[in-house]
């Protein structure tokens, strides 16, 4: 039981190394901290589950407005979806966007739980519905860190 129990968690990591390809950061524009990201799977974020594809996530313009995330299509002419955060820190800042998923069964796909932009220690925190919130919360946490 135990070798299987090794063999999930090093699939788990290896499905969700393969799971994400981030592309090179976007950094035009650093107040709506634009960031294009590829995903090779499908991905939940609250209220939907993105498919496997290429996605911009951007803050609004407007700076009273950072608590949301707008999730775009590849080339940005449509909006899949304005998902509310909150802030949430890290201790170090990486030069890199990053990502963290809660890490669920085959059956369901990884869900969006943070997310921070290269050299910020303050980030996005995901608000899903309280009770799958607290599912989330179980879940062993990812953190896929973008490279260029």
């Known amino acids: 039981m135990k070798e299987v129990a090794i063999v999930r968690n090093f699939a788990s990591l290896a499905l969700l190394v393969a799971f ?12 709506n901290q634009a960031t294009k990201v590829t995903f090779s799977q499908a991905v939940q974020i609250p209220g939907r589950v993105l498919p496997a594809g290429t ?23 449509m909006i899949y979806a304005t998902v509310l955060t909150n802030n949430t820190q890290r201790a170090q800042p990486t030069g ?3 990502f ?4 669920r069964g085959s059956s369901q796909p990884q869900a969006i739980v943070t997310w921070f932009y290269p050299g910020d220690t303050t980030g996005h925190e995901f608000l ?21």
């Open 96 to 98: 890199h966007s990053a």
């Open 100 to 103: 963290t998923f809660a890490v």
């Open 55 to 77: 996605y911009w996530f951007m803050l609004p313009e407007e700076v009273n407005e950072h608590y949301q995330v707008r999730i775009y299509n590849a080339d940005r002419t």
């Open 128 to 148: 899903y519905p309280k009770q799958v919130e607290q599912e989330l919360a179980k879940d062993k946490h990812d953190t896929v860190i973008a490279g260029d």
């Open 20 to 31: 994400l390809i981030l592309l090179p950061a976007a950094r035009a524009d650093q107040a």
